[in-house]
């Protein structure tokens, strides 16, 4: 099976949406496909088949759960996993997050150096 | 022989004037007494001058003649029926036989036909004042013959001598007889008897007065009374009053007692006379005239009832009075008069103002000292006491003439008299010091009263019972209620009390007035009031309360409203929160990007931007780990910070914190050892606990010199153990120490800078430690490091985690 390639990732703010896609398009070498809301990630989702999905949990309008709940009817998210990035990085929330389908959890802020290599580990992790 | 006219046989009836005539002869009481010579000096008389040789004093009864005196005859007395005396009585005065034997009444007679052979027979009777005819007195000769007129006559007189002999012997008995009457009746007197001539001098005494007076009877006969028992000034003083009331002069003797007497003013006076050793005798003295049939005082009877038993017993209630603090009283009331006092002891000088002996019965000067408010008052409870026989009990206040207005307190018993009227026993007394004390503390619970409804804090106490005693205003106005008498247990249902959170019910026992009174002191304990469907946020202290003796009396608490200042902090809060978010995103991409860029992702940097790049791209961490260091305070502080407390083996964790602080450390120039560690557990949350060692940890590694050694250990203590952190670095400042745990406390402000701290890290340490049960500290001499150690309960490994 092939490696890693499309991420979709749903981030409101254009300045983290910008170094996330520059940390994991240099460092990463991924093909990713930055959308600026739940609205357009569903959009997207279909056409561009991102093999991870990368979502921010605050985001105006429709947030990052509910944005995850919508794109389970449209693609297969046994197959493609979703990872939240989150500025509430209690336990609970995490746990939360978890529990409702998410494969795993990075905390803001990131470091952009090491987010490409944390990316693929989950990856790998999924595709186990 | 016939018999005389008068009835002689003792079968006959008797007639009344016989009757009256022998109980006249038993009044004499002559019969059957002894010979006397006085008598038979008649018998003589009258034989030698009758010339016969037989004389008699013959007193006839209802059955014999019997002989006081005899002359020439042996026999004492003859029966009645044979005797001429019986015929003599019943004739005229004189009675004469010539010649018994020639006399058909005598010529039978025994004492005719033999011994004495009477012959002549002549006698007089012995006539009663009243009279009655008792006897006689008659001469006897044993031939015939008759008295000349000149013998008669004698016979006549010497009877009535002897008759008069006979009534003079009868009142000499009776005036015996009344003498020993009257002395029996002196002597059972219950006073002392004097009995004066009308000058004065004693003529009699009762037993009574010797020993009254100490002088034996003889010491006081014939000397007059006024000078041998009564002090001449006191006769002086009564001399003079008496001489002004009678409006002429009385001497100062006799005279002061007879005076009044004579002119049918018998007074009874006390007079303090004199004893023979000369002291001082009290008595009441009554003095009577004795009268004659003229009406004229032949003398006085001075009569003396002793006082000293009743002034012994005066004296006594005197000084049980004393020592009484009040005025003791009798009061008497009677339906339709004005109430008096028949006795107020010395107290009334101290209640009221009076002179003891000024005090009249009247109670109108009494009522006239008392204060004009509360007069009614007093009329009043002394009308309803009488009315329903229900004890008296009064304070009210009385204006005494030198101490003012005094607050006195009543209390008496009332008595139904056997004549309706009622008397009271009572006592009054001066709580004037009390009633300024009541007065002061009544005005100091007012102060308190108005001092607790003028606090903006709610005060709350009861009692040892748990009864409500206090609640202010402020209390009632939060409650929406009042004090009411509900069982504690049923406190936080009826007040509407909850936990801190505003929604679930206190339970009774964490009720804080509950706690404090069972003895807890209660301090900051929040809870809510919950009323008009609104949590009102308080903060409680209370405190258990005791009485002087040592006994808990009750308790109190205070409740503060900290509901604005928990809205403002949630708002601060929230601002914080919310400032710290809206600051992370920007600098979460400033960050990411500095960090591609110093990552040299995009390519090589010119050299010269080099150092200015590093510089951003630490500042910009620092600036992140500032606000992660500040959203923790934030929850710990709000209570938000959730821990997950588990069991954990101590020593993986502690290799784990110098695994994972190991790089920090070597980019200080550090190296961390963990040099000893217990198999033991600690009860902890796993993220929080590496959280604490590496805010340690990296602390030690900042201040450690080039090439310093930074050591983990921990050692066990009992039921704890002590995890340290020790470094080589130059020690706490000694003015630094009281402050290392407070937040942005840093040894000099020039640090925070150099070293890349927050300034939070150790004030984030100690309540996180806290939090798990553990206490934080340092030890440090300047020069020879500092070590931070914090410890916490541990358990055995084999326990395991949860």
Redesign the interface.
């Known amino acids: 099976m092939s490696g890693l390639q499309r991420i979709l990732h749903a981030e409101d703010?254009p300045?983290?949406q910008?170094?996330?896609r520059?940390?994991l398009e240099?460092?990463g070498g991924y093909q990713v496909l930055a959308c600026s809301s739940g609205h357009e990630a569903l959009q997207q989702a279909v056409g561009f088949a991102p093999q991870l999905i990368l979502l921010d949990v605050m985001m105006p309008g429709m947030d990052g759960l509910e944005t995850l709940a919508r794109l389970r009817a449209l693609i297969d998210l046994d197959r493609v996993p979703v990872v939240f990035m989150t500025?509430k990085a209690?336990?609970?929330e995490v746990e939360q997050l978890l529990r409702l389908g998410a494969c795993d959890v990075i905390v803001?802020?990131?470091?952009?150096?090491q987010l490409a290599a944390r990316i693929s580990s989950i990856w790998e992790a999924s595709r186990r | 022989m016939s018999p005389p006219q008068a009835p002689t046989d003792p079968q006959d009836e008797p007639s009344t004037r016989e009757l009256s005539r022998l109980a006249a002869l038993l009044r004499y009481e002559i019969l059957d007494t002894p010979d006397e010579p006085v008598l038979d000096d008649f018998t003589q008389l009258a034989a030698r001058f009758c010339d016969t040789p037989i004389s008699l004093i013959s007193l006839v009864d209802d059955r014999r003649q019997w002989f006081k005196s005899r002359h020439g005859l042996d026999v004492s007395e003859t029966p009645r029926q044979i005797s001429f005396c019986a015929h003599a009585i019943a004739g005229d005065d004189f009675f004469e036989i010539p010649d018994a034997s020639l006399d058909p009444r005598f010529k039978d007679n025994p004492l005719v036909t033999g011994e004495p052979h009477i012959r002549f027979y002549a006698s007089a009777p012995l006539v009663s004042p009243d009279g009655y005819k008792l006897g006689t007195l008659c001469v006897i000769d044993r031939k015939p013959r008759l008295l000349d007129l000149e013998q008669r006559d004698a016979l006549k007189r010497l009877s009535r001598q002897v008759m008069r002999l006979f009534e003079e012997r009868l009142l000499t008995s009776q005036y015996a007889e009344q003498a020993a009457l009257h002395q029996a009746l002196l002597d059972g007197a219950a006073s002392a008897v004097v009995v004066t001539r009308a000058d004065g001098r004693i003529s009699r005494i009762n037993a009574l007065a010797t020993e009254l007076f100490g002088y034996p009877e003889d010491a006081l006969l014939g000397r007059v009374a006024t000078s041998v028992l009564f002090a001449p000034d006191s006769l002086e003083r009564r001399a003079a009053t008496l001489g002004a009331e009678l409006g002429r002069a009385i001497a100062p003797g006799f005279e002061v007692l007879a005076a009044a007497a004579r002119e049918d003013r018998p007074e009874i006076r006390e007079w303090r006379l004199r004893h023979r050793d000369g002291s001082e005798v009290p008595v009441l003295l009554s003095v009577l005239p004795i009268h004659d049939e003229r009406q004229q005082a032949r003398g006085y009877i001075l009569s003396a009832y002793d006082l000293a038993l009743q002034e012994n017993l005066q004296l006594r209630l005197h000084r049980i009075t004393a020592q009484v603090p009040g005025m003791l009283f009798q009061y008497h009331w009677r339906r339709g008069a004005l109430g008096a006092f028949p006795y107020v002891s010395e107290g009334v000088q101290q209640i009221y103002g009076f002179n003891v002996a000024d005090v009249t019965p009247s109670v109108e000067p009494f009522l006239n000292r008392v204060h004009p408010e509360d007069r009614a008052a007093l009329v009043q409870s002394i009308r309803e006491s009488a009315a329903q026989l229900l004890p008296w009990h009064l304070e009210h206040r009385v204006m005494h003439p030198e101490k003012g207005v005094l607050w006195v307190e009543g209390r008496a018993t009332p008595l139904r008299q056997p004549d309706g009227s009622v008397l009271w026993h009572g006592l009054v007394t001066d709580i004037s010091e009390r009633k300024a004390e009541q007065l002061e503390l009544d005005r100091q619970q007012e102060m308190n009263r108005r001092l607790l409804d003028a606090l903006s804090e709610a005060v709350v106490a009861c009692d040892e019972h748990g009864k409500l005693t206090v609640f202010n205003n402020t209390a009632r106005l939060w409650h929406g209620l009042d004090a009411h008498p509900v069982p504690p247990e049923r406190w936080p249902e009826f007040y509407h009390l909850c936990e801190a959170d505003g929604v679930t019910p206190l339970a009774p026992e964490r009720v804080p007035l509950m706690r404090a009174l069972r003895g807890e002191r209660i301090r900051d304990v929040e809870m809510t009031i919950v009323y008009n469907g609104r949590p009102r946020h308080v903060l409680v202290n209370g405190d258990p309360m005791f009485s002087s003796d040592g006994k808990q009396s009750g308790a109190v608490v205070v409740l503060h409203d900290i509901t604005e200042r928990k809205r403002i902090e949630q708002l601060q809060r929230d601002f914080v929160s919310t400032v710290s978010?809206e600051l992370?995103?920007?600098?979460?991409?400033?960050?990411?990007?500095l960090?591609?860029i110093c990552?040299r992702?995009?390519g090589d940097i010119p050299e010269h931007l080099q150092e200015l790049l590093d510089i951003s791209h630490l500042n910009s961490i620092r600036l992140?780990a500032l606000i992660d260091d500040l959203l923790d305070i934030d929850k710990l502080n709000a209570g938000k910070m959730?821990f997950?407390l588990a069991r954990e083996p101590l020593p993986p964790m502690l290799e784990q914190a110098m695994r994972s602080n190991q790089g920090y450390a070597e980019s200080h120039g550090a190296h961390i050892t963990l040099s000893e560690c217990p198999p033991v557990a600690v009860e902890v949350d796993a993220?929080r606990l590496q959280q604490v060692l590496s805010n340690l940890l990296s602390n030690a590694a900042k201040f450690s010199p080039a090439g310093g050694e930074v050591t983990l250990s921990a050692k066990r203590h009992g039921d704890r153990v002590r995890i340290s952190v020790h470094d080589q670095g130059k020690g706490i400042a000694r003015t630094f120490r009281p402050r290392v745990f407070q937040k942005f406390a840093q040894a000099d402000a020039s640090d925070t800078r150099q070293q890349g701290g927050t300034g939070l890290g150790l004030a984030i340490s100690k309540e996180l430690v806290e939090r798990m049960g553990g206490q934080i500290g340092f030890d440090s001499e300047p020069g020879k490091g500092a070590c931070f150690w914090f410890e916490l309960p541990c358990h055995e490994p084999n326990g395991g985690g949860r």
């Open positions: 703010d300045s983290i910008a170094v996330a520059l940390a240099m460092i500025a209690q336990p609970e803001k802020p990131f470091d952009p150096m | 978010h992370r995103t920007p600098l979460t991409s400033i960050t990411a990007s960090g591609l990552g992702v995009m992140s959730r997950e993220m």
